[in-house]
């Protein structure tokens, strides 16, 4: 299996482990398993900055030319201390068609089943939804306008239009025929 490796220092010293030590983990394991480790992106320590994600920019253009096939972290707090985010990121690696892998057996638990971990779970669905509701509904470009032709037959749209002044007819008997306490 071809791999990328992701590592992240945390902003903070002492939140996660250093730069070396997420590396070594992830050479140690590719070896031990016998994967080949084709590259090792990295975040550079950013205090007080959100950004600072060109590591991860550049791990998804890797994943995306199609040449590899997992992504692996020493631990999943590399991607993200946020549980939620590390869903939404693993989410997103998956729909490239790559595996996430973590160095810690415990994690991988987790990333097979999510039902160990509750809050991981619930996540999951959330994200899992949202992608379903955005497959469904793509958002538009708010520049362009979409026409529906009513004539052409693919149009499987039902419209009512209703004059205004129906409209507030209607409107007006329903707040008028409520009893007042």
């Known amino acids: 299996m071809r791999i990328v490796g992701y590592v992240r220092e945390a902003p903070v010293l002492g939140e ?7 590396k070594e983990d992830i050479r140690r394991w590719s070896a031990e398993s016998g994967h080949q480790l084709i590259s090792v992106c990295q975040d550079l320590r950013v205090a007080g900055s959100r950004s600072g994600r060109d590591g991860y920019r550049a791990l998804l253009e890797i994943v995306r030319s199609g040449n590899v096939d997992a992504v692996l972290v020493s631990d999943l707090a ?17 729909r490239e068609g790559v595996t996430v892998i973590s160095t810690d057996p415990s994690e991988m ?10 809050s991981r779970m619930i996540v999951r669905d959330v994200v899992s939804r949202v992608r379903t ?49």
Do not use: C, F, G
């Open 109 to 118: 638990e987790q990333l097979e089943d999510p039902r160990l971990d509750r």
């Open 16 to 22: 996660s482990e250093t730069a070396y030590a997420q």
């Open 78 to 94: 590399a991607l993200s201390p946020d549980t939620v985010l590390q869903e939404i990121m693993i989410e997103d690696l998956r």
């Open 133 to 181: 509701y955005v497959e469904d509904y793509p958002p538009q470009d708010p520049t362009a306008r979409r026409i529906i032709d009513l004539r052409d037959p693919r149009a499987d749209v039902i419209v009512e239009l209703v004059k205004a002044t129906d409209a507030q007819v209607e409107d007006n008997a329903a707040h008028t025929a409520r009893p007042t306490a």
